[in-house]
């Protein structure tokens, strides 16, 4: 696929009145700076008739407005802690197109060639960049990318329906909470959670895993779609062993099950060998007195782990393994975010400890664990820009 590159330009925010001044910055949370330091990308598809060019840009620059971090650089204050600086230099808008149809052009599936549908995610200074691609058929692909450390995928997907609404002439609502410094440690701290080796690890710790195969080079990214019927009985198999007073699992917790088994079979560990799972828990929802306010933009993202040797994994029946993760997931709650937030305020800066996901984010597609992220909740779907025009696919391409 031959892409040609029109025009590449950085974008700044268009405020009402006088805009604010360019010298302030927002300190990075705790919460900010457990998370991956990198970008993600998601490609968005859409058939015509489709919004143009001038209109998708004019709703970026008021969003930008009101979501300024995106606009802004990461950097450090005068004690070298990173914050973003509200410098309002700019996102980056790339106007591109491809002589021929999308159908002819595209897979729906991961590949390669998409790559060429988002602006590069090296050496990368714009937290945020967009490229807007136009098909011969009249098809539109807007490839998005965003830097992990700025907000997470909730707080993401809320700037993107923002985006649509603006591009739409229509007031964004609601508004986003930009305040990073609510997270106040309790004094004294309590520490009723162990973070070390979770949240954190030491800097000098190597990871090896010398039951894997690392000689594996044809590793492939597959998208894989469930039926309804499929889901559905997944999940009463995995509720089949529940009390009549229990509430049967989620289809998440279900089909991750599913999946680390599959998986785990599939990558033929030895059987002593100890994986887990790596599950996502969005804080919003769990942090209580204070509750967080709605609208939180940031990260606000805390892990669960579910574990197990690879024989008991694939002895015990489908039951079991979807307990295993609910209970771990259930345990991630506001007295375990409390704790994180004390441990990261104390021990882990006396004890110069490092997070974890920078730790795992290099080398981790051959190992014996997983890591999964649900979007159920997430408005990713709902970015429109006014055009008649349907969605046509929507792609996460990770980092």
Aim: charge should be neutral; charged fraction near 20%.
């Amino acid at each position: 696929m031959k892409v040609k590159i029109g025009s590449s330009k950085l974008v700044q925010p268009l405020y009402e009145g006088n805009p604010p001044p360019t010298t302030n910055y927002i300190p990075l949370s705790v919460f900010d700076k457990v998370t991956y330091d990198q970008h993600v990308a998601i490609i968005y598809a859409y058939r015509p008739p489709t919004t143009p060019n001038a209109t998708i840009e004019l709703g970026l620059k008021k969003s930008l407005a009101v979501y300024r971090e995106w606009a802004g650089r990461l950097g450090k204050d005068s004690n070298g802690e990173p914050v973003i600086l509200l410098n309002d230099e700019g996102v980056r808008f790339v106007e591109a197109s491809v002589d021929r149809a999308l159908d002819q052009t595209v897979s729906i599936g991961p590949s390669a060639s998409l790559l060429s549908l988002h602006p590069s995610l090296e050496g990368v200074e714009e937290l945020v960049q967009v490229q807007v691609t136009r098909f011969s058929c009249g098809s539109m692909v807007v490839g998005f990318t965003a830097h992990h450390l700025v907000a997470d995928g909730h707080a993401t997907s809320s700037f993107l329906v923002a985006w649509g609404q603006a591009s739409r002439g229509l007031e964004i609502s609601p508004l986003p909470f930009h305040d990073r410094t609510i997270f106040s440690p309790r004094d004294p701290p309590i520490l009723d959670f162990e973070h070390r080796g979770v949240e954190y690890v030491s800097k000098n710790i190597k990871k090896v895993y010398p039951l894997i195969d690392n000689s594996v080079d044809d590793i492939v990214a597959h998208k894989v779609h469930y039926t309804a019927e499929f889901l559905s009985k997944l999940k009463a198999r995995a509720s089949s062993m529940n009390g009549p007073h229990d509430r049967p699992f989620s289809t998440f917790e279900s089909l991750v099950a599913h999946l680390w088994r599959a998986i785990t079979r599939a990558r033929g560990l030895n059987g002593q060998e100890n994986t887990q799972v790596r599950i996502s828990v969005d804080g919003r929802a769990r942090l209580k007195n204070p509750k967080v306010p709605n609208g939180y933009f940031g990260n606000l993202v805390l892990w669960a782990f579910a574990k197990a040797r690879a024989n008991d994994l694939l002895r015990e029946p489908l039951p079991y393994v979807a307990k295993l993760l609910h209970d771990a997931v259930v345990n991630v709650q506001d007295d375990y975010f409390k704790s994180f937030i004390d441990f990261a305020n104390h021990k882990a800066k006396e004890e110069d400890l490092v997070p974890n996901a920078v730790a795992d984010s290099k080398e981790s597609i051959l190992w014996p664990n997983l890591e999964v992220d649900s979007w159920l909740r997430f408005p990713f779907y709902d970015l429109d820009f006014g055009s008649v025009g349907v969605m046509w696919h929507i792609l996460y391409l990770g980092n």
